[in-house]
C-alpha cells in the first residue's frame, strides 16, 4: 500500500502499482550482526575458559554464517515480502544457544557426569537440520492457506504425535516426564514440539470455520456472552486432552501450552472475552485438581514456593526433591547486573539439564541482567513480529494461524523462562532455538519458517492488473 | 479480528514484561542475597580460588596453602604443627567450613575484605592473581610449644596473656586435632577424619577449644577473686592481720560445716595464710561476709558473665547471680556453680599482675595485605580496674608467698619473682569425677614488670585423685610458659 505523493501546488498524487520495499537488504545487514555477535562470543568463551582463541572458532562462524547464507537466500527468492526481523533474531538466538551450549561442554563438572555428551556438534547439526525444513517450508509452502485444507488431518496427526510418547516401548520417561520417544540409532525425540505447529494448523482451520457460530450465538449473563452447551464442546475437549498430557504424561508445560494457545485463537476468531474467562477458570480448576493427587506437579509447586528447602533436602538424598531450582537462582543472582563474563561463571552446578531447560540461567550468570534482558527483548520482537503478522495478514486463516504459533511462541518462553526464574513453577520446556535440543531447534525453525511464509502473503503487493491498452497513470485530483 | 489481536499483541508484551520484572527482582534487588546465601557454592568455590592468607606468630607462617586436584576448590589449607595451634586458627575446611580465627578474619584471608579492595583492583589492573591477607597474632610460638608440651597427653588447657596489654601470648588446648586432615572436601578422607574427631565419636572432644570455650570450676584459684573482693570492699585491709574465721566454720542458715583440705592452720588465719594452705573456712566466710552483690561486683569487674570476644568468642565465665548465703560461700570458693574458662583465670592473673588494671585480652595484633603492608593494628585496651594498684600489690605479695613457701612451689623460676595459686576443683555427683588441677599465676621481672600471666587447668590427670593438686599438676606447666616468655623475651 504504498503511494508517491506529490507535495507540489498541483494537488494531485499517482497510485500505481509499485511493490512494497521487500527489506531484504535489512535483513542480509541483520544477519551479518546476528551472526558476528555469537562469533565473537566463541571467542570470548574460548579465551576465558582456555585463554586462547577456540580452535573450532573458523568451523562455527562459517558454519553459522552459511546457515544464516542459506536461509537468506531462500527468503530472498521464495519469500522475498517476509518480515525482515525474524530471520535474524531467530539466527542471533540460535547462535548464542550454540555458544552457551558450548561453553557448558566445556565445564569440567558437567564433563564428570556418567551421561556427558559434547552436546554442541549435535546442536549444530541439529540446527542445520532445523534451517533445512525452515527452507523446506519456503519452497514448498507456496501458500499458507493450503494448510486450510489439512484441518482435520492436523488433528489426528497432532493426537498421535501427542499420544507417541505414551506407547509402550517407544515413550521414554525422563526425570519424571513422559514427553520424549526414543527411536534406537536415532535418539529420542519430543514429539510435542511438532505438534505444537500441527495443532495450530488444525485450531486455525477448525476456528475459521466455526467462528461465527462461536461467537454469535451466545447468550448474555451478567455482562458475559455466555456460549451455548454445543459450541462449549471443542474447548471442552482440548481442555480435557491438556489435563490427559498433564496426568499422562506428566508435561506440565506442553498442556498449558496447548491450552493456552487454543484460548487465544478462541478469543481472536470471536472477539468474545467470555472465552478468557471461561479458559483462566478452567486451566485453573484443572491445575488444581490435577495437582491435587498428581504427585509430580506436587513436587514441582513445592520446589517453586521453596527452592532453598528443596535444595536442602537433595543434598540430604531424600528422592523426589531437587536442588535445581535454587542452583538456577543462584545462577542469577550471581550474576548480578553485568554478569561474569561468559565462561566464567557456575551455572553448571545446575548440572542435569544445565544445557537444556535451565539454559537461561548460564546466561543469567555469565551476562548477567543485561544479557538476559537482551535475550527475553528478542523473544518480544519475535513474538510481536508474529503478532504483528497476524495483522497484516489478510485472511482469517492467516491471522488465526500467524497468531497462534506467535501466541504458543509466548507461552513457550514465558513458561520456561518463568519457571527457571522462579516466577512460576517449573515445567520441563526449552527455551527456542537457545536450549539443547533436537525436537526444538527443529520445530522452531519450522516455525520461523511458517510465520514468514504468511507475513510474505500478506506484505506482498497485489499482482499487477493486465496490461490496459489505455494504460495511464490514474489522476487523483484532491479538492 | 484485529481488535482482539492488538490485545493479544499487548497480552504477550505483559508476559514478556512479567519476565523483566522477574529477572530485574532476582538478579538486581535479590542479587546480593542470592551470591551470600550460604548453600551457595560459589561462595565456597571463591573463597578457594586463590592461596589463602596465612596467620602469622612471631614472623613465621603458621599455616599454608596447597594446590588441590580434581576438585572445584583450587587451593586448600595446610597447617604447620596443626594441633598445637589449632585452639589458635580454628579451622578451614573445604567441607566443613571455617570456625574461630579462620572464620573471623575470613575477609582478610580470602583477600575479600573491603579494605582490600584498593589492593584487589590494583591487582586486577596489573594482571596479577589476587591473593588473601595476613593475619599477624599475638601469640608467642615459645610460649604455645611450653604450653603445648606442658599438657601432652593429659586432658586440660592453657592460657596466658601479657598483663601490660592484653595480648595472648599461648592458647593451648589438649587433646587437639590437627585442622590439616579435613581441611578438603574429599568424601574418603577428609570427611572421614571429620567424622572421627566429633564429639558423638569421640568422647575426648578434641575439636573443643578448650582454652576459650570449655568452663571449669575455678576451684581453689578463685579464692585470688575472693580476696580481692575482701580488699576492694574493705573487710580486710592488711593481709598480715588476723581474720575473723573460725574453724571449722558452719555456713550461715545451715549446719553444714565448710571443711578444709587436710590438716591445716586455718583458724583466724591471715589473708595471706589462707591462702598460702588455701583455707576454705577464711574465704568461704569473706564470701559469705561481703555477700552476694559484693562478691558479684568484683567477679564481674574481673570479666566473669560476659563473653570475651579476643577476637574469637570466649564462653562467658560464671559466677551466680542468684544464691543464698551457704550457695555465696562456696561460690567464694570456686564451687557450686562458679565455673571459669582458662582465659578468663588468666584475665584474673593480668589483672592482679598489672596493678589492678585489666587489660581487654586479644590475639589479633595485625592485619596486613598480601605484602605485609598494614592495614589495621590493634591498640591495646583497658577493660576495667577490678582493684585498686595499693590492693593489687597486697594480693600480689599475698599470691608470691603462695609460691614461694605455700601450694604453688613447683611454680619457682630461678630469679624472677613468681605469684600464683593452685586449684583442685571438685565436680561431678559427690565429687565422684576426678578433679580439674588449675593453677594460675604470673611472673614479675627485677623491674616491676610483669611480662606474663598464665592459668593453666588439667582435667583427669591419668594418676588417682590423691595426686591430682594444683601444685603437682599444673604448676610445672605454668612455671615452663612463664619460663618460655621470659626467655624469649631475654
Redesign the interface.
Known sequence: MSSTSNTSTHHTSTIGAIGAPSRRNTELALLVFAVVIPVFAYANVGLAINDQVPSGLLGYGLGLGLLAAVGHIVVRKFAPYADPLMLPLATLLNGIGLVAIWRLDQSE?LQARDTFVEAAPRQLMYSAMGLALFVAVLIFLKDHRVLQRYTYISMALSLFLLLLPLVPGLGANIYGAKIWISIPGIGTIQPGEFAKIVIAVFFAGYLMVKRDALALASRRFMGLYLPRGRDLGPIIVVWAMSILILVFETDLGTSLLFFGMFV?ML???T?RTSWIVFGLLMSAAGAVGVASFEPHVQQRVQAWLDP?GE??KS?EGLIGHSEQS?EA??A??????LGTGLGQG?SD?IGFAANSDFILATF?EEL??AG??AI??I??LI??RG??T??AARD?FG??LA?GL??AF??Q??VV??GV???IPLTGMTLPFVAYGGSSVIANWALVGILLRISDTARRPAPSPAPNPDAEMTQVVRP | ?????????I???L??M???I???W???V??????D?K????VS?ERYAQPRGDIIVDGKEITGSKKTSGS?YEYKRTYKDGPMWAPVTGYASQAFGATQLESIEDGILTGNDDRLFFRRTLDMITGKKPGGGNVVTTLSAAAQKAAFEGLGDKKGAVAAIDPSTGAILALASTPSYDPSTFAGNSTDTDTKAWTKLQKKNNPDDPMLNRALRETYPPGSTFKVVTAAAALEHDLYTDPDAKTDSPDPWTMPDTRTKLPNEGNIPCENATLRNALRYSCNTVFGKVGSDLGKDKMLETAEKFGFNSQQFVPVRSNASIFPTKMDKPQTALSSIGQFETAATPLQMAMVASAIANDGTLMEPYMVDQLTTPNLDTIEKHDSKKMGEPLSKENAQKLQSMMETVVKEGTGTQAQIPGVTVGGKTGTAQHGVDNSEKPYAWFLSYAKLDDGSSPVAVAVVVEDGSANRDDISGGGLAAPIAKDVMKAVIDSKK
Open positions: 563438572r487465544v478469543y481472536v476468531a472477539e532453598m535444595y536442602l543434598k535454587a537462582l543462584w542469577f543472582g550471581s550474576g548480578g547486573v557456575n552446578l543469567g548477567g541482567l538476559v534482558m527475553l527483548l523473544y518480544g513474538v510481536e503478532v504483528r497476524a495483522l482469517p491471522k488465526l497468531v506467535s501466541g509466548a507461552l518462553v514465558f523462562a518463568g526464574m522462579g516466577l | 479480528m484485529n481488535k482482539p489481536l492488538r490485545r493479544i499483541a497480552f504477550c508484551g508476559l514478556v512479567a519476565l523483566l522477574r529477572d530485574n532476582l538478579q538486581y535479590m542479587a546480593t542475597d542470592l551470591q546465601d548453600n551457595n557454592r560459589r568455590i572445584d
